[in-house]
């Protein structure tokens, strides 16, 4: 795995929840974004730009979120 380096952090309120989300930039200038929402489950997403993959990220979140809730409720 390359190395990562913290660029932002933000969070997202989702069903009455704060869900931090941690963008690091990796060397050949990509990036990416996580979301814990579990220990072991880590919501991940890479882009191009800061911009691009925080975008990204915050629209795939809410999904995210969701479709665990459905699978942990059956």
Do not use: C, W
């Not at 931090?20 to 996580?34: D, E, L």
């Not at 979301?35 to 882009?47: F, K, R, S, V, Y």
């Not at 990220?57 to 665990?68: E, M, Y």
């Amino acid at each position: 795995m390359s190395e990562e380096q913290l660029v932002y952090e933000t969070t997202m309120a989702l069903r009455g929840k704060h869900y931090q989300i941690s963008v690091y930039s990796r060397a050949g200038g990509r990036h990416v974004a996580k979301t814990a929402l579990t220990e072991d489950d880590i919501i991940i997403n890479d882009g191009t730009s800061l911009e691009e993959v925080l975008t990204k990220h915050q629209k795939l979140l809410p999904l995210a979120v969701n479709l665990r809730r459905i699978f942990y409720h059956y």
